[in-house]
């Protein structure tokens, strides 16, 4: 047990050779005296965090007086400790004569190996989100609401290109003229602005390299060539991503960086053991562990390594705590790969690493792991509902939502996601399960429904009774369901980190519910319908829109044909596009008429269309006695009740018009206010899918829409008389 970290009994041989970081050989020491982390930096009187940062090889210059401290407690003499010591000046590194810009840890711009210190924050931000959005461009938009995350100025838009000047002389080169921008650094889009450097200027795109070339080497069977730039890919990160920038670590692109990094090391961990050097990878696991105590998947290769460098007993005793801190912490016991890792310490069955202390160690043959047993299958849940008949049309937005759900290439781990909006009725489910049953085939491990309830008459779903379903549905046990939204949206996403799952939000009312329902997995897809337009989800976690619009014409005939299947709507095609203009390209409305007509398969639709004249479903005013139209209503009362009354005014104003093409400036007159608070309103109005912006300032509702909102005006403003514009 002499070689309890990297073969510590030849250590001391081995430290005046240079093959050792400064790290490594304090970590050399520090297990030949059998202290933790935690112990070592007490007695020294140092933080853990600093002692973990030198151990990790994140600072390679530590002052002399902690060093000096270091091995006072460590017991070593004179000699050893300036071995110990790091070299007085570390060579350039290739490549460091180059704008280099890191945000693997800290913000970092550096020039010819000078650091170059950003004091002001908007700037750091900045740089740090072009950085993190590299190779591609940052929009206005993702840059105004980094700057701002709440409240932004009204100044905004001249503050940003304040900001990006003082961006451009940050990375403007020495010698170069101070007030003259830098293109070829910062240049401007049609959409926001961009890094213009090569890939290993950037570190997050140097570390994706790096690792994508690791994982290609690990497929070709080259384990020697694929632990080289898998160690070297890890290298790049000197800490947390983005360290002391509170609000960019919660980027989506953030979010997939910190994923990356684990599974780096993950990969970085097994060639290690299969290249039998554990102890090269030992410091970075264990800082890792510390951050993440309840990764499972980080803690069993901890474990793994340390029973190779020859500390079984330290490997056991982290089971027995990850153990209890999964009970406590998740109500779970440890899963199949921490039993397995268990097992394998148990029974010896480990890869010794190449510089064992005694030749009887590499005498000892251990045979190869067993190959594990094949876990049981695991469940491939088909939630998606039937899709609708008769669903025509919508060949476009289908298209769209392959191009952006579906893409070619490898993504850079962001969860592809659309929000498909628009007016109650329209047929945002039915586009979503039509496109969902689809492309079934290009995600095998199944597929995720939801109802969120959100504009329904029950009440919406909170994102945890969500999350209990999923997880039921992914095999999770009742008694094993985690009881706080945190740790099941965690568990969510740990058993999706290695599948392609389709998630069909339906329905949902805020960004609050959607959030914690999203995968960390780059192979799953996230559909959502809503009637809100949620400007937070487009504008902070870049998720795009589709507006879905009414049926056109020729569409709703062929939908009303398809529903008939009897050749009425040829044998009556006038009154069929009567009738049609009267549901205004609606589905919702076009499927009631005709489950009326084929309630009465004896009455035409022209004689239909007469009637409900009659009954006066189609004047101006229509009576309170014609129920054709009540689940069309219905489904409009759901987004209307849930206005303020304000908003409810203004859409009642409506009533006032013919319903196409009104400008703010009308409805400002009707109102008796200004242009500026008319369009304000408006807009908050086709937020919620009530209204439609046709053109810029020019407003349009569909015929049952407008004929709601007549009928909303009659009930309640009856002693203000009507007048058109």
Same mark, same amino acid.
């Given at each position: 047990?002499?070689?309890?970290?990297?073969?510590?009994a030849?250590?001391d041989?081995d430290?005046?050779?240079?093959?050792?970081s400064?790290?490594e050989?304090?970590?050399?020491f520090?297990?030949?005296e059998?202290?933790?982390?935690?112990?070592?930096? $007490?007695r020294? @009187?140092?933080?853990v965090?600093?002692?973990?940062d030198?151990?990790?090889g994140?600072?390679?210059?530590?002052?002399?007086?902690?060093?000096?401290?270091?091995?006072?407690v !460590?017991g070593?003499d004179?000699?050893?400790?300036?071995?110990?010591?790091?070299?007085?000046r570390e060579?350039?590194?290739? +490549?460091?004569?180059?704008l280099?810009?890191?945000?693997l840890g800290?913000?970092?711009?550096?020039?010819?190996?000078v650091e170059?210190h950003?004091?002001a924050?908007?700037?750091?931000?900045?740089?740090?989100?072009?950085?993190l959005?590299?190779?591609?461009a940052?929009?206005?938009? =993702?840059?105004?609401?980094?700057l701002?995350?709440?409240d932004?100025?009204?100044s905004?838009?001249n503050?940003?290109?304040?900001y990006?000047?003082q961006?451009?002389?940050v990375?403007?080169?020495?010698?170069?003229q101070?007030g003259a921008p830098?293109?070829?650094?910062?240049?401007?889009?049609?959409?926001?602005?961009?890094?213009?450097?090569?890939r290993?200027?950037?570190d997050?795109?140097?570390?994706?390299?790096?690792w994508?070339r690791?994982?290609?080497?690990?497929?070709a069977g080259?384990?020697e060539?694929?632990?080289?730039?898998a160690?070297r890919?890890?290298?790049?990160?000197?800490?947390?991503?983005l360290?002391?920038?509170?609000l960019l670590?919660h980027?989506?692109?953030?979010?997939?960086?910190?994923?990356?990094?684990v599974?780096?090391?993950?990969?970085?961990?097994d060639?290690?053991?299969?290249?039998?050097?554990?102890?090269r990878?030992? @410091?970075a696991?264990?800082?890792?562990?510390?951050e993440?105590?309840?990764?499972e998947?980080?803690?069993a290769?901890?474990?793994?390594?340390?029973?190779?460098?020859?500390?079984q007993?330290?490997?056991?005793k982290?089971?027995?705590?990850?153990a209890r801190?999964l009970?406590?912490?998740?109500?779970?016991?440890?899963?199949d790969?921490?039993?397995r890792?268990h097992?394998?310490?148990?029974?010896?069955e480990?890869p010794?690493?190449?510089? @064992?202390?005694?030749?009887?160690?590499a005498?000892?043959?251990?045979?190869?792991a067993?190959?594990?047993?094949?876990s049981?299958?695991?469940?491939?849940?088909?939630?998606?509902?039937?899709?609708?008949? +008769?669903?025509? @049309?919508?060949?476009a937005?289908?298209?769209?939502?392959?191009?952006?759900? !579906?893409?070619?290439?490898?993504?850079?781990?962001?969860?592809?996601?659309?929000?498909?909006?628009?007016f109650?009725?329209?047929g945002?489910?039915a586009l979503?399960?039509?496109?969902?049953?689809?492309v079934?085939?290009?995600?095998?491990?199944?597929?995720?429904?939801?109802?969120?309830?959100g504009y329904?008459?029950r009440?919406?779903?909170?994102?945890?009774?969500?999350?209990?379903?999923? !997880?039921?549905?992914? +095999?999770?046990?009742?008694?094993?369901?985690p009881r706080?939204?945190?740790?099941?949206?965690?568990l969510?996403?740990?058993?999706l980190?290695?599948?392609?799952?389709?998630?069909v939000?339906?329905?949902?009312?805020?960004?609050?519910?959607?959030?914690?329902?999203?995968p960390?997995?780059?192979?799953?897809a996230?559909?959502?319908?809503s009637?809100?337009?949620?400007?937070?989800?487009v504008?902070?976690?870049?998720?795009?829109?589709l507006?879905?619009?009414v049926?056109?014409?020729?569409?709703?005939?062929?939908?009303?044909?398809?529903?008939?299947?009897?050749g009425?709507?040829d044998?009556?095609? !006038?009154a069929?596009?009567?009738?049609?203009?009267?549901?205004?390209g609606?589905?919702?409305?076009?499927r009631?008429l005709a489950?009326?007509?084929?309630?009465?398969p004896?009455?035409?639709i022209a004689?239909?269309?007469? =009637?409900?004249?009659?009954?006066?479903?189609?004047?101006?005013l229509p009576?309170e006695?014609?129920?054709?139209?009540?689940?069309?209503?219905?489904?409009? $009362?759901?987004?209307?009740?849930?206005?303020?009354?304000?908003l409810?005014?203004?859409?009642r104003?409506?009533?006032?018009t013919?319903?196409r093409?009104v400008?703010?400036?009308?409805?400002?007159?009707?109102a008796?206010?200004?242009?500026?608070e008319a369009?304000?309103?408006?807009?908050h109005?086709v937020g919620v899918?009530l209204?439609?912006?046709?053109?810029?300032?020019r407003?349009s509702?569909?015929?049952p829409?407008?004929?709601y909102?007549?009928?909303?005006a009659?009930r309640?403003?009856?002693?203000?008389p009507?007048?058109?514009?």
């Amino acid at each position: 047990m002499a070689n309890r970290v990297r073969g510590t009994a030849t250590a001391d041989e081995d430290l005046s050779s240079g093959s050792w970081s400064f790290g490594e050989r304090l970590l050399s020491f520090r297990g030949r005296e059998g202290l933790t982390q935690r112990e070592l930096a $007490e007695r020294a @009187g140092v933080s853990v965090r600093v002692l973990r940062d030198i151990e990790h090889g994140r600072v390679h210059r530590p002052q002399t007086r902690t060093v000096r401290l270091l091995a006072r407690v !460590l017991g070593l003499d004179a000699d050893t400790a300036r071995q110990l010591a790091p070299p007085a000046r570390e060579p350039a590194r290739p +490549g460091s004569e180059r704008l280099h810009i890191g945000i693997l840890g800290p913000l970092s711009v550096r020039y010819r190996g000078v650091e170059t210190h950003v004091h002001a924050a908007k700037v750091r931000r900045l740089l740090a989100l072009l950085a993190l959005r590299y190779p591609e461009a940052a929009g206005l938009g =993702e840059i105004t609401h980094a700057l701002w995350p709440k409240d932004p100025p009204r100044s905004y838009q001249n503050l940003v290109h304040t900001y990006v000047s003082q961006a451009r002389r940050v990375l403007l080169l020495p010698g170069g003229q101070a007030g003259a921008p830098a293109p070829s650094f910062l240049a401007r889009t049609h959409t926001g602005y961009v890094l213009e450097l090569e890939r290993d200027q950037v570190d997050l795109t140097q570390f994706q390299d790096l690792w994508a070339r690791a994982r290609q080497a690990h497929g070709a069977g080259d384990a020697e060539a694929a632990h080289e730039l898998a160690e070297r890919a890890y290298g790049c990160w000197r800490g947390p991503l983005l360290a002391g920038e509170p609000l960019l670590p919660h980027h989506p692109a953030a979010m997939a960086a910190a994923r990356q990094r684990v599974e780096s090391l993950l990969l970085y961990t097994d060639l290690s053991l299969q290249v039998r050097r554990p102890e090269r990878v030992l @410091g970075a696991l264990r800082g890792a562990t510390e951050e993440e105590p309840l990764h499972e998947g980080l803690q069993a290769r901890l474990m793994l390594v340390l029973a190779s460098c020859g500390e079984q007993r330290e490997a056991l005793k982290i089971y027995s705590e990850v153990a209890r801190g999964l009970d406590r912490e998740l109500g779970v016991q440890p899963g199949d790969e921490l039993r397995r890792a268990h097992l394998r310490i148990l029974h010896q069955e480990l890869p010794w690493p190449r510089t @064992g202390p005694t030749t009887a160690w590499a005498a000892f043959d251990v045979p190869a792991a067993p190959r594990p047993a094949a876990s049981p299958p695991r469940p491939r849940p088909s939630q998606t509902p039937a899709a609708s008949t +008769g669903f025509v @049309g919508r060949a476009a937005e289908l298209k769209r939502l392959d191009r952006l759900l !579906l893409p070619t290439g490898e993504r850079v781990g962001q969860v592809p996601a659309v929000l498909v909006t628009g007016f109650p009725g329209v047929g945002k489910t039915a586009l979503a399960v039509r496109w969902a049953h689809r492309v079934r085939e290009r995600f095998p491990d199944g597929q995720l429904y939801v109802d969120l309830h959100g504009y329904a008459d029950r009440r919406a779903l909170h994102p945890q009774e969500v999350l209990a379903s999923f !997880l039921r549905a992914l +095999g999770v046990p009742d008694g094993e369901l985690p009881r706080s939204l945190d740790e099941a949206a965690n568990l969510y996403r740990t058993l999706l980190s290695d599948r392609r799952m389709l998630i069909v939000l339906d329905n949902a009312r805020e960004e609050s519910q959607i959030r914690p329902l999203v995968p960390g997995a780059a192979g799953c897809a996230v559909l959502v319908t809503s009637r809100d337009t949620l400007p937070g989800l487009v504008a902070r976690d870049g998720v795009p829109r589709l507006d879905l619009y009414v049926l056109g014409e020729d569409e709703a005939l062929t939908l009303l044909s398809r529903l008939l299947r009897s050749g009425r709507v040829d044998a009556e095609p !006038l009154a069929a596009r009567a009738l049609n203009r009267q549901c205004g390209g609606l589905p919702l409305a076009i499927r009631l008429l005709a489950a009326r007509l084929e309630e009465h398969p004896g009455v035409g639709i022209a004689q239909l269309c007469v =009637e409900l004249q009659e009954a006066g479903a189609f004047r101006e005013l229509p009576v309170e006695t014609d129920d054709l139209f009540t689940a069309v209503h219905a489904a409009f $009362e759901l987004s209307y009740v849930s206005l303020p009354e304000p908003l409810r005014r203004w859409f009642r104003l409506f009533a006032r018009t013919e319903g196409r093409l009104v400008s703010g400036y009308a409805m400002a007159d009707l109102a008796g206010t200004t242009p500026l608070e008319a369009t304000r309103a408006l807009r908050h109005l086709v937020g919620v899918s009530l209204l439609r912006e046709c053109a810029p300032n020019r407003f349009s509702l569909p015929a049952p829409l407008l004929r709601y909102a007549r009928r909303l005006a009659l009930r309640e403003d009856a002693q203000c008389p009507l007048r058109s514009v």
